[in-house]
Every structure is written in structure tokens, then in C-alpha cells.
């Protein structure tokens, strides 16, 4: 359903995207809808998909112009729906900063207390910038070294080097966990590497810390 919220907190993605589309033809009647799917970052069919959608919802009209093209309008549903949309983007957009802020603060404060100076971040993107920015309060009490992304490896987050594979333990004492696309495949990757007590994990990320038994155990 449009509109819902991911156990992260955030916009569904059909949501998001239902709004940017809402917000390109409010921009440019005469967009195409290649023009839209490069914009939006979806295929052109998804687009399309999209668009038959909010013109059945009534949130856009069409109508043919000269030269065998469409121009779109947002009608007044249509305007009201991007109104509501955007507030709740906003919304969902500042109750996961608050959440993510609060919980980077207890993973560092955690790592302070248990005297683990040397920490990693795994995941690079939003909750890793967070993270950053949170370490800042510390007054060098705890040092992010790096952000381990295989992805990116080699560029840099928030100021961090970006690298493939966690530094040996050592170096680094302890690993929070910062990834917001796949928090528990990179969860159980670092177990490979850390003792579980030693990667934190943020609670917004919904990881399972503990497999369940096997049914015959």
C-alpha cells in the first residue's frame, strides 16, 4: 500500500516513488516517460506501470499535444496527494534520524564504557553517516577507523576510507553495524571475523543476533 512504513521507519518504496512522480509531472507537464524512469532511477516499463496507476487513482490527467506526445497535469486529488505524501516522507525522514542518532549514540557509548577505542562501521550510506557525526561527541574516547563496504571499497564515507573486508582484530575492537540494505547477511559475514559481542547492532536494522535451534537439537 502506498504510503505504509518499513520496519526501519522509512517510506515504502512504492510510496517514494508514487511521489516522485507526482513531483515530476507538477515540474514538467511535457515530461516523457523516459524522461521520468532516468529521473526517478526505474525502468521505463515501471514507469509506466506507475503512471497508468495515478491516472486510474485520479491523481494525473493526460492529454494529447501536437507531434504524437502527452502532456500530464496533476489534478486537485492529485495535488492533495502529494501534499500527503511529502509530509509523511518528511515524517518518516526525521523519526528515522532521531532513531538512528539515538542508537549510534548507545553502540559508541557501549563501546566507550567497555574501553573499545579502535572501532569499525560496516555499511556505508545513511546510518553510517549518522554514526560518524555521533562519534564527533565523543571526545576521542572511541576512533572510527573505517567503513567496510565491498561495494564501494576505495572511495570514502562521511570522511572514512571505504574498504573490502573488516581490518583484523587488533586494530579494530569492535563493529557497528551500519547497513541499511542487507543489515543481516552483513551481520553474519562479520560473525566470520568478530565475536558476536563485539559487533553492535543498531535495533532499527531488526537483525537476529541468534539463530533459532534446529528443530531436531
Not at 11 to 34: F, K, P, Y
Not at 112 to 136: M, P, Q, R, T, Y
Amino acid at each position: 500500500m502506498a504510503g505504509s512504513k518499513t520496519e526501519n521507519g522509512t517510506m515504502d518504496n512504492e510510496a517514494e516513488i508514487t511521489l516522485g512522480l507526482l513531483n515530476a509531472v507538477h515540474e514538467d507537464s511535457g515530461l516523457t516517460q523516459r524522461s521520468a524512469a532516468r529521473n526517478l532511477g526505474i525502468a521505463l516499463g515501471l514507469t509506466n506501470a506507475y503512471l497508468k496507476r495515478c491516472i486510474r487513482k485520479g491523481y494525473i490527467k493526460v492529454r494529447q499535444i501536437p507531434s504524437n506526445r502527452y502532456a500530464y497535469y496533476l489534478t486537485p486529488q492529485g495535488f492533495a496527494e502529494k501534499a500527503r505524501l511529502t509530509t509523511e516522507y518528511l515524517s518518516h525522514s526525521f523519526t528515522f534520524f532521531r532513531q538512528a542518532r539515538e542508537q549510534c549514540a548507545d553502540a559508541l557509548t557501549t563501546c566507550a564504557a567497555n574501553d573499545w577505542k579502535n572501532v569499525a562501521l560496516a555499511g556505508s550510506g545513511d546510518l553510517a553517516e549518522i554514526a560518524v557525526l555521533c562519534g564527533h561527541n565523543l571526545d576521542g574516547a572511541v576512533t572510527l577507523h573505517c567503513v567496510v563496504d565491498p561495494e564501494y571499497a576505495g572511495a570514502q564515507c562521511a570522511g572514512l576510507p571505504l574498504v573490502h573486508t573488516p581490518p583484523p582484530r587488533g586494530k579494530i575492537d569492535a563493529v557497528i553495524l551500519t547497513d541499511l540494505r542487507m543489515p543481516q547477511q552483513t551481520f553474519d559475514v562479520l560473525r566470520e571475523h568478530f565475536p558476536a559481542d563485539r559487533i553492535l547492532t543498531p535495533p532499527l536494522l531488526q537483525v537476529v543476533r541468534d539463530p533459532a535451534p534446529d528443530a531436531e537439537a
